[in-house]
């Protein structure tokens, strides 16, 4: 069930920047989660970022830790992946997901989460 939305997906060259963002109307995600995914070609879906919304506690996975950067706006509605120094292999459809409690910290995994946008494409190259 598609409960979110994401925007801000295009075509860009190696090494330069795009910023995704992800808003979940209706949802109440005060106790949960959010977090960032992407999905390749032939490729199972990864988990990139994500944040506990109670404490701001966020993770990275390897692959973008020092590249990415997610945030929310000052609303706390709006969460934002800022995508810099991208690379051929960052070419995927982006997909922001949550989790409507998360207890402890938040979770990448992808059967973890509850509510998933339709994905946003982004392409990498020259």
């Known amino acids: 069930q598609s409960q979110l939305v994401e925007s801000g997906g295009g075509v860009v060259q190696p090494g330069g920047s795009l910023r995704l963002a992800c808003v979940a109307p209706?949802?109440?995600?005060?106790?949960?989660?959010l977090g960032w995914f992407r999905q390749a070609p032939g490729k199972e879906r990864e988990g990139l970022s994500c944040?506990?919304?109670?404490?701001?506690?966020?993770t990275y996975a390897r692959s973008v830790e020092g590249r990415f950067t997610l945030s929310l706006n000052a609303a706390r509605d709006t969460m934002y992946l800022q995508m810099n120094n991208l690379k051929p292999d960052d070419s995927a459809v982006y997909y922001c997901?949550?989790?409507?409690?998360?207890?402890?910290?938040?979770?990448?995994?992808?059967?973890?989460?509850?509510?998933w946008g339709k994905g946003a494409l982004v392409t990498v190259s020259l």
């Open positions: 209706g949802l109440n995600l005060e106790h949960g989660a």
């Open positions: 997901a949550a989790k409507a409690e998360s207890f402890f910290r938040c979770s990448m995994d992808v059967s973890d989460m509850d509510y």
């Open positions: 944040i506990r919304m109670r404490t701001g506690w966020t």
